[in-house]
């Protein structure tokens, strides 16, 4: 290909070398002797030149500086791109460039910390310099669409040099589609991790995994898309590069954990700008004033002086990344950086502080914050709560009632071979539940009287609080033991009401449940081809959930005195739960497996035989999102508790402000004249 100029070189005389050529070597007339009288002999010795002339000597990060020029639709800060804005990044990408020995390169990094810029910059330098079958791995099928759209569309029109070797989309013939993008030389082509047929399509030289930890477990039930991906540069031997980025998530499932921990584990340091300490900076060192995070200051660990933010510009300029592990792989290195390194304009250290205690009473905005400021993972705690202690919180209401802060009703389903068990669960905003039935239903799938009374379960009503009766609004039933029999009666009583389930091994942290999928279902001895519909829920999502829930700690009678209600997803369970019943609530634990090659990973394991309480806890959350209650705004919420009559508590900042507005004063970037609104639809529950 060209030099570093987009512009092709001229046509014009049939030397190898050009005539600025620095070396004091005579040219040699290659063509002597030969016949170039024919048509078209210009044009083959100017493709010949190019196909002679070897890769410049240029890195990524040259490469971004010379050629990258940023958009306004996708960047905030549009115009040339400059290495020099998150110095941190030259050293990645130039891992990437052809001459660096480096075949896996990994970066487990904070949010928005320009990773993905860096990835952009590589698909560019790969086009312009160093042309080959290139994959492109998103999440989802769906990302990848909106990623071309977004981010690579702007990235070919907004550089001169990209724009030139990659054709409009809406040329006929341009090679240029949603997902496959043809240049001289070379083709990439954009997937998701969902999609196993998108991750077998073609050999790659280079391979971008973007966001690795959101893949799902498996492609299509083909097995880790990681693995897949990779297995398209084998024929590429050691001219490959495979470059997996992700913010981390899990602890034990975290694949750019697992990956970094196998490297080489570069830190970036930085100097200390009072006494010249190298250091990589972390958050235990990052200290402010109590209740005061714009008094945020990184505290040097060689001399303890105070660094303020202004220093930081200088200070990642000077910085440089530093092994601090021996890599299993010699070919394999690693990259690690928190938002603490964000340059000045990105992301402050205040602003750092302020989302870290905005974060904290809350396992689950915890969790995020660790991910997405410290890029580091989270420890889930997979200890399981003492049955006793859950006996010992049990609350007295009613036999078969519901309480007044539940609103509807889910059941989960656990197919045995000579029973049924089924449990039915109320739940109240922020997901508060509350036990309300626990039936067993003898006979099991191959009993007709078993399916019978499971139908009538589903008329059946239990009595609100205030007097009116609800019904199950959705059950969930477990497809793994005799799937036929549960896709026989599912269909038979009605898909609206009815939601088989099929368990997936590992965490789902996109979505817990997805589906419907249509299966084949058997009604009579007849072979229905998609005759039922089948939800796939990761379990092990939900268990986790669940046992972070029978943790919360219950307010004291002197802080109910005062009107403090029991957190967001209290789980409460009846007194006439046994202890039987409690113990399979906690029969499982969530442990870390390593397999031969040394990988961990969490998986939930028994700790006693029945667990079936666990099960349909699961069934019935499972069937609950299938409802669509973990997508319910606000609004939603309110018109459910005022069918339910129950009061709502308005947030005390939210009622001043409220209190606060004058209706009579138009408010700058509002409608004078209201729009007419359409009628808000909300699911009844409720009948007297």
């Known amino acids: 290909m060209s030099a570093n100029s987009s512009t092709p070189s001229p046509t014009s005389g049939s ?31 100017r493709v010949w030149r190019q196909g002679m002339r070897p890769d410049p000597n240029l890195t990524v990060s040259e490469w971004a500086d010379q050629h990258r020029w940023l ?59 160093a042309p080959g079958p290139m994959l492109a791995v998103l999440p989802s099928l769906e990302l990848a669409k909106r990623t071309s759209r977004g981010r690579l569309d702007p990235l070919i029109a907004d550089s001169p040099a990209l724009r030139e070797r990659v054709n409009p989309a809406r040329s006929r013939d341009a090679g240029n589609s949603m997902l496959s993008k ?61 470059f997996m980025v992700s913010t981390p998530t899990i602890r034990g499932l975290s694949r750019i954990e697992r990956e970094f921990e196998a490297s080489d584990q570069r830190r970036y340091f930085v100097p200390c700008p009072h006494c010249g300490a190298m250091q990589w900076l972390q958050f235990d060192r990052l200290r ?45 290195i690693g990259f690690h950086l928190s938002a603490l390194y964000s340059p000045l304009g990105w992301k402050s250290w205040s602003d750092v502080a302020r989302e870290w205690l905005a974060a904290q009473g809350s396992d689950e905005t915890l969790r995020a914050a660790r991910n997405t400021l410290l890029g580091e993972t989270w420890v889930e705690s997979g200890d399981a709560p003492d049955w006793q202690r859950l006996a010992d919180r049990r609350e007295s209401w009613k036999p078969g009632t519901v309480p007044m802060a539940g609103l509807f009703l889910t059941a989960g389903a656990d197919v045995q071979k000579d029973r049924i068990e089924v449990d039915i669960w109320a739940w109240g905003r922020g997901m508060e539940s509350w036990l309300v039935d626990h039936i067993v239903i003898p006979g099991g799938p191959d009993d007709p009287a078993a399916w019978d009374k499971l139908t009538e379960l589903l008329g059946r009503s239990w009595q609100h609080a205030n007097g009116a009766f609800m019904t199950v609004a959705r059950l969930g039933i477990d497809t793994g033991y005799e799937a036929a029999a549960v896709y026989a009666w599912s269909r038979k009583v009605g898909f609206e009401q009815v939601a088989p389930l099929k368990g997936l091994e590992g965490f789902n942290r996109s979505a817990p449940v997805s589906g419907p999928t249509y299966v084949d279902a058997t009604i009579g001895g007849k072979r229905l081809r998609r005759g039922a519909r089948l939800w796939s829920v990761a379990t092990a999502t939900f268990k986790t959930e669940t046992y972070r829930f029978l943790r919360i700690e219950r307010p004291s009678d002197e802080d109910r005195a005062l009107g403090v209600l029991d957190a967001p997803g ?110 808000a639809y909300t699911p009844n529950f409720m009948r007297d």
């Open 288 to 332: 402010w004033a109590k209740g005061k995070p714009e008094t945020a200051a990184y505290h040097c660990e060689g001399c303890e002086r105070t660094i303020a933010e202004h220093h930081k510009t200088e200070m990642l300029a000077r910085g440089e990344w530093r092994p601090t592990a021996v890599s299993r792989d010699p070919k394999a």
């Open 570 to 679: 209290t789980v409460h369970i009846p007194s006439w739960a046994d202890t039987e019943w409690l113990k399979q609530l906690v029969a499982e634990q969530l442990v870390t497996i390593r397999n031969k090659r040394g990988y961990a990973h969490q998986e939930w394991q028994k700790m006693r035989e029945r667990n079936e309480a666990l099960d349909c806890r699961v069934y019935a959350r499972a069937a609950a999102w299938i409802l669509g209650a973990d997508r319910w705004d606000d609004a939603t919420w309110r018109r459910l508790e005022a069918q339910a009559g129950v009061e709502t508590r308005m947030p005390t900042a939210t009622a001043t402000d409220i209190a606060k507005q004058d209706p009579a004063q138009p408010k700058a970037g509002t409608l004078t004249t209201p729009r007419r609104r359409r009628r």
């Open 71 to 129: 958009s306004s639709r996708g960047a905030a800060e549009p115009g040339r791109y400059r290495t020099a804005r998150a110095p941190y990044l030259r050293e990645i990408m130039d891992a990437l460039s052809p001459g660096h020995p480096a075949q896996r390169i990994t970066f487990m990094k904070a949010a928005q910390v320009g990773a993905t810029e860096a990835g952009n910059n590589w698909i560019g330098f790969v086009i312009h310099h």
């Open 182 to 242: 043809e240049f001289p030389g070379g083709i990439l082509v954009l997937t998701g991790a969902n999609s196993a047929t998108g991750l077998r399509s073609m050999p790659a030289r280079y391979v971008f995994l973007d966001e690795v930890d959101a893949y799902p477990a498996s492609a299509d039930e083909e097995g880790d898309p990681v693995t897949l991906a990779e297995a398209r540069t084998t024929t590429f031997s050691h001219r490959r590069k495979v």
């Open 15 to 45: 030397r190898l070398h050009d005539e600025d050529d620095e070396n004091d070597l005579t040219p040699i007339d290659l063509t002597a002797g030969l016949d170039l009288g024919f048509d078209g002999a210009e044009d083959l010795l």
